[in-house]
């Protein structure tokens, strides 16, 4: 199964619906992030935001635990570059 994966620029913001990504896991979840690379993460409730560094790849863990001790981790990923066919420098 391919990695979740996005495209963005340099300093914009990626969201994810924790809730979908991670469906099944209803009974009291709790979320996490790690691992972001060329980036930063935040979450807030059910969504995840990743603000995008410079130019390139970037990736970041997401993991979720639920009440009942199971936990699920998924590897997102995203390539950022400059709209309108600029190069990055």
């Known amino acids: 199964m391919a990695k979740p994966h996005f495209f963005t620029t340099p300093g914009?913001?990626?969201t994810v619906d924790l809730a979908?990504?991670?469906a099944g896991y209803t009974s009291g979840?709790?979320?996490s992030s790690s691992a972001a690379m060329n980036g930063t993460v935040s979450i807030s409730g059910t969504?995840?935001?990743f603000k995008a560094g410079a130019?390139?790849?970037?990736?970041?863990?997401?993991?979720?635990?639920?009440s009942a001790g199971s936990t699920k981790t998924r590897q997102m990923?995203?390539?950022i570059d400059i709209v309108g066919?600029?190069?990055?420098?």
């Open 47 to 49: 969504t995840a935001t």
């Open 55 to 66: 130019c390139g790849m970037a990736s970041w863990n997401l993991t979720v635990k639920d």
């Open 77 to 79: 990923v995203a390539f």
């Open 29 to 31: 979840p709790n979320y």
């Open 20 to 22: 979908k990504t991670f």
């Open 85 to 89: 066919g600029a190069a990055c420098p």
């Open 12 to 14: 914009a913001s990626v």
